[in-house]
């Protein structure tokens, strides 16, 4: 059959991925004409398989009868015969383990799409590392979204000319350009309260900005563990009336918030168990919407803030030089404004959904049997 008829297949871990932005837009952008998830996956119990222990365990876990995983296997082969899929997305490392064996047994091109902690949480690579180089391989193609991720999924055992870097995009026109100059001292951060983006630090770097600019706010979004550790270490400091947690909101509150703020700040760390961020959406938002950025020299976000152009980054853990940022910018709401466009027409040119979806199904088609 021509190539042009076959489709695409998307592996995802399970329904919660569909809240996580990029895997949001991969599955509404690419409209892959099967969606697998984990759940769906047969155990393949080929001899090969059965030697790997924890592999064993893993996908036998839940499941009361071996002809059950036969049962799985032959409906799945029949999906995907059914639709013509010449090529499977796995949306991080793990599946794309998962997926191997059915890719190899039945020669459908494998594309694994790497995120974040897939590449570096210590847990995750003690437990993957040999899959992971097997996966290497076999797949066709590797796609990483910072230069960063590039260089540690190479040390792994990655072959260089079966790397592809692609950065997550941005929808632009979802949020709107706004005006640091004419907004009041308002700080903004997004994202999950977890160890990676290190909210604490910039909580600390926050409450150093208020002995000169007291009537300064910070407005946090997100949820997470870290979220009651952060809002009593704003009690303890006696920052917490200038320190709003705001929970979850939309795209649409987000943007919203993002037209009163004067800059976007995330303190970004690597921390003990290795997890890392890849390209932070948020961050990319923030500049869509005109905002500078003060940030750290951590993974991709290096890629696409330029400092002391569309915003500022320090070393990990360095809050003096992220609060001395923070009030430059707060000072001079000029500078800001300019920053702020500069990062518009940086995410603009480079880094728009358009541009990460069209390179990503580029690769797909490339690979496509």
Known sequence: MNSSAKKIAICITGNKTYSETFIKAHI????????????????LMDEEHVRS??????????????WDNYKKEKQLKKILAANNIGVILAEYGQMGVDIMPIC???????????????????????????????????AKAIVVVSTDMQKQLLALGAKEEKVFYNVYGVDVDTFKISSPMNTDQNLLFVGRFVEKKAPYLALIAFSKVLKEFPEAKFN??????????CRNMAFALGIIKNVNFLGIRSHKEVSELMQHSR??????????????????????EAMASALPV????????????????????????DVDSMSEYMRKLL????????????GRKRVVTNYTMAISINKLLNILENFMK
């Open 28 to 43: 509404d952008l690419l409209k892959p004409s099967v969606l697998i998830t984990r759940s769906m996956i047969p155990y």
């Open 53 to 66: 222990g924890s592999l064993l365990i893993r996908w036998l876990k839940g499941m009361n009868k071996k």
């Open 104 to 138: 190899k047994k039945y020669n459908i091109p494998l594309v694994v799409h790497f995120h974040g902690f897939d590449a570096y949480k210590k847990e995750v690579l003690t437990k993957y590392v040999s899959y992971y180089q097997e996966m290497f391989e076999f």
């Open 220 to 229: 946090m979004v997100g949820d997470g563990p870290l979220l009651d550790v």
């Open 263 to 284: 800059a976007y700040i995330q303190h970004s760390i690597v921390p003990d168990s290795g997890d890392s961020e890849g390209t932070p959406n948020s961050v990319l």
């Open 294 to 317: 003060i940030s750290t020299n951590h993974a991709g976000i290096k890629d696409v803030v330029i400092h002391s152009e569309t915003g500022f980054l320090v070393d990990e853990k």
């Open 331 to 342: 000072k001079d709401p000029i500078l800001a404004d300019q920053m702020g466009q500069i």
